[in-house]
């Protein structure tokens, strides 16, 4: 009980700081502005390749720049798809290297894992990385002070898709849809029933009357 009302208090604070404080003070950021009918997709790789070009089809389709949180090791082997997220103009994010739990590494190891998926995104991709999304979304003091030597904003999430453990794609759909609220972040990954769920959600957002931002756009503005 204690850690869920910690997990409140986090959530709803953050709503109150500007990007430059979170950045600042290493603040989790878990959603942006609530006064702003928006909301931001972030997807989180380590696996699932298979799956990424028809997900960049849809979201080129329906004029949506997603967040793509890649682990180091995934973008070593697939450099094609990282070139082709970022070719699509999609933010490209840090997801450590080797998707350890990262409350169990010292600072010196979170901080290798950090800047090792740095080096490989800026070379395939020419972009740095700027947000970092922790693996199994762990944190503790030492996380967040590798996050801040390597000048990184944590981001975490409002609603779970739940996605890896492949539920039918209406469940994917109702978690969205029935959590939405300003400045969701929307957290997924590349499997077949999101890729089915996508269309869907998307079309459910717009009638809701959300925008899906960037996610630079939803924790910025």
């Keep these: 009980m204690a850690g869920a009302v910690f997990l409140l208090i986090l959530i709803l604070s953050t709503a109150s700081y500007s990007a430059e404080m979170v950045f600042r003070n290493q603040i989790p950021v878990y959603q942006g502005d609530p006064g702003k009918k928006r ?11 298979e799956y990424i070009p028809k997900m960049l089809d849809l979201f080129e389709d329906n004029g949506i720049k997603a967040t793509f949180f890649l682990s180091g090791r995934w973008a070593e082997e697939h450099p ?8 699509g103009g999609h933010e ?6 080797s998707h350890f739990h990262v409350n169990e590494l010292s600072l010196s190891e979170n901080i290798e894992e950090i800047r090792k998926t740095q080096g490989v995104i800026s070379r395939l991709a020419q972009k740095k990385t700027r947000y970092y999304a922790p693996p199994y979304g762990e944190f503790n003091e030492v996380v967040l002070e590798a996050a801040a030597k390597t000048r990184h904003k944590v981001i975490l999430w409002t609603i779970d898709t739940i996605d890896w453990e492949k539920p039918p794609p209406e469940t994917i759909v109702s978690r969205v849809l029935s959590n939405v609220h300003n400045g969701a972040i929307i957290l997924m990954h590349p499997t077949a029933p999101t890729l089915q769920a996508l269309s869907e959600i998307c079309k459910g957002l717009e009638e809701q009357g959300y925008q899906i931002a960037p996610l630079e756009k939803l924790i910025s503005d």
Excluded: C, S
Excluded at 39 to 49: I, L, M, P, Q
């Design 80 to 87: 094609q798809l990282v070139r082709a997220i970022a070719q």
């Design 92 to 97: 490209i994010g840090n997801h450590g290297f």
């Design 39 to 49: 909301v931001a997709f972030t997807v989180n790789v380590d696996w699932g390749e």
